[in-house]
């Protein structure tokens, strides 16, 4: 089982930048994809992005789409994600999740990290 640690939320002014971390413990690391999530206050959570254990292929919601990069690290056991062009509508708190290939949904979550892009 994993334990997942997200770090690098903060406060930004609209265009900026920001790069969260999720740091994990324990399982197999490799074996999870791992995602960002995001919920903005009012609204659902949502998939912002996702990358598969080995292969490292990536998804994103079409709102950030050449804006955030998703990277993994196996070896260090942890996953980023860069954010580029921020926009208000990106103030979220952000949560870093992983699912095992036999699980249907992301089943471990972080504690989330909150951001703030003013405009």
């Known amino acids: 089982q994993v334990q997942l640690v997200e770090s690098g939320g903060g406060l930004v002014q609209a265009g900026g930048s920001l790069r969260l971390s999720c740091a994990a413990s324990?399982?197999?690391?490799?074996?999870?994809?791992m995602g960002w999530f995001r919920q903005a206050p009012g609204k659902e959570r949502e998939l912002v992005a996702r990358?598969?254990?080995?292969?490292?292929?990536?998804y994103y919601t079409d709102s950030v789409e050449g804006r955030f990069t998703i990277s993994r690290d196996n070896a260090k056991k942890t996953v980023w994600l860069q954010m580029n062009g921020l926009k208000p509508e990106d103030t979220a708190v952000y949560y870093c999740?992983?699912?095992?290939?036999?699980?249907?949904?992301?089943?471990?979550w972080g504690q989330g990290t909150q951001v703030t892009v003013s405009s």
């Open positions: 324990g399982g197999t690391f490799g074996s999870y994809t």
């Open positions: 990358i598969s254990g080995s292969l490292g292929i990536t």
């Open positions: 999740a992983g699912r095992l290939p036999i699980m249907a949904e992301f089943g471990y």
